[in-house]
């Protein structure tokens, strides 16, 4: 039923899921959630409990209603959290986080390294470069590098967004496979 | 997501709690109806990590990155994620540098005299390249000239617009004192296509002859075998067809050998000085 109303084909209605599901889940990350993952699917199970009358008297974007849901279940979290949140942000406090142990950071530095391998070779050149420059002298250098290539600033961007958003996601799966071994 | 431009600073802001509930509830409506602003939102969030990373951003927005989004272990991961990538980045960009001036103070330091010694070296070796080839091609090219003639065989017709050279004094071995004032002097003029020398003096006894053209005695140009004597009006010659652009003015050497029951006998050598026109 939830396929049927979220696109006209299964191809059409599992990429709307999946955009629908990610963007929960960022939504919950951006409200600094821990539990980012397991509330997008309380969304979506919300949703899927209220299928049977929606389909017939909702008539917007599917999208939007699971992001009606979403805004919801995050005042919800808030209230529940609140005590739990202030104190997470305490000891938080203005660090990125603690330190990795040095294992840990040995496991993360070889998985960068395998990931970059799998990438093309012109794409592993390509974000080592655009990387390679420190602070500011790196806004300059990434201006010529796409002078350089003879694109615009904004299509090297994009381009290094693409190449970043699959070593990510090659480095999750790198650390994923890691622990399972361990 | 040129098109996306514009709401950049917006997105910023909303990524770093900065917004209005209004342009809150915008943004967020528009990530969720529209795929590639989402995408555009996620890039915007990337490049703020790396800002953080890079220490390139303004004091209030750094405290902002580092209170408000980096609260989440999965943020806080995506950091450290593009930490590595700068450091291995900025490692390895450093490690080529540093090769390039390893290369660059070999070039112009200390080593200099290493540098010289090892350009010499690819030097003598390409001219000596260029000397193997050459010689090779003349050797060919006088092969060809020398194997023309209706029954296959070697040295029977030579060409009749040929320049003749009769080179009629041949020093034995045993006669190399010979003065220079002896020398046969040959004078070739220019626009020539190929030089005939005949070779007189000659015994027939042999089966073969054999010849071999040096150039200032000690570089050989060119050996041709199989050659056999033609009986002319002047007697028995041995006619070698030389292309005439190899006869620069300089001392020339054609050593005669004869082949008989495949033993070699050094009959002796031909010596010529080609001299300029003028």
Not at chain 2, 241 to 254: D, E, S, T, W
Request: include cysteine; proline fraction near 3%; charge should be negative.
């Amino acid at each position: 039923m939830l396929f049927a109303w979220l696109g006209s084909t299964r191809e059409e209605a599992g990429a709307t899921y999946e955009h629908v599901r990610q963007n929960l889940i960022n939504l919950f990350v951006r409200n600094n959630c821990l539990d980012a993952e397991d509330l997008a699917d309380q969304t979506i199970d919300r949703v899927i409990k209220k299928l049977p009358g929606l389909t017939e008297s909702y008539t917007g974007d599917p999208a939007l209603y699971f992001y009606g849901v979403a805004k919801n279940m995050l005042l919800e979290w808030r209230r529940q959290n609140s005590a739990h949140s202030e104190a997470s942000m305490d000891e938080l406090g203005s660090s990125p986080g603690a330190e990795p142990d040095s294992t840990e950071s040995d496991l993360r530095f070889k998985c960068l390294e395998k990931c970059l391998q799998k990438l093309p070779r012109k794409n592993r050149n390509l974000i080592l470069q655009y990387y390679s420059e420190e602070k500011r002298a790196k806004i300059d250098f990434r201006r010529e590098m796409a002078r350089n290539m003879g694109i615009d600033v904004i299509n090297l961007r994009v381009r290094m967004h693409r190449i970043r958003g699959i070593l990510h996601k090659c480095i999750k799966k790198c650390l994923a496979e890691s622990d399972s071994v361990q | 997501m040129k098109q996306f431009e514009s709401d950049q600073e917006l997105i910023r802001s909303y990524l770093l709690s900065d917004v209005e509930d209004d342009q809150r509830r915008q943004v967020e409506e528009r990530i969720f109806t529209d795929p590639e602003y989402a995408d555009y939102v996620l890039m915007i969030e990337a490049e703020l990590y790396e800002d953080f990373v890079f220490d390139v951003l303004a004091g209030d927005e750094r405290r902002k990155v580092s209170q408000r989004l980096l609260l989440t272990p999965d943020r806080r991961e995506r950091v450290r994620g593009t930490e590595m990538l700068r450091d291995y980045a900025v490692q390895r960009a450093a490690r080529t540098r540093s090769v390039m001036d390893r290369i660059v103070s070999f070039l112009q330091g200390n080593y200099l005299v290493a540098g010289v010694s090892l350009a010499t070296i690819a030097l003598v070796a390409g001219l000596a390249g260029w000397w193997v080839l050459t010689r090779n091609s003349l050797q060919q090219e006088v092969s060809l000239l020398n194997s023309s003639g209706p029954d296959g065989g070697v040295n029977q017709f030579p060409d009749a617009s040929d320049y003749a050279v009769d080179i009629a004094s041949l020093r034995m071995r045993s006669d190399s004192e010979v003065s220079l004032a002896k020398e046969q002097r040959v004078l070739i003029p220019r626009d020539l296509r190929i030089v005939q020398l005949r070779l007189g003096a000659v015994a027939d006894e042999y089966s073969y002859y054999e010849v071999t053209l040096s150039r200032e005695s000690d570089v050989s140009l060119f050996t041709l075998d199989h050659l056999k004597p033609r009986t002319t009006a002047d007697g028995k010659l041995i006619i070698v067809r030389v292309p005439a652009r190899v006869f620069i003015p300089g001392y020339y050497q054609l050593t005669l050998r004869g082949i008989k029951d495949d033993r070699f006998e050094n009959l002796g050598v031909y010596a010529f000085r080609v001299v300029n026109e003028n």
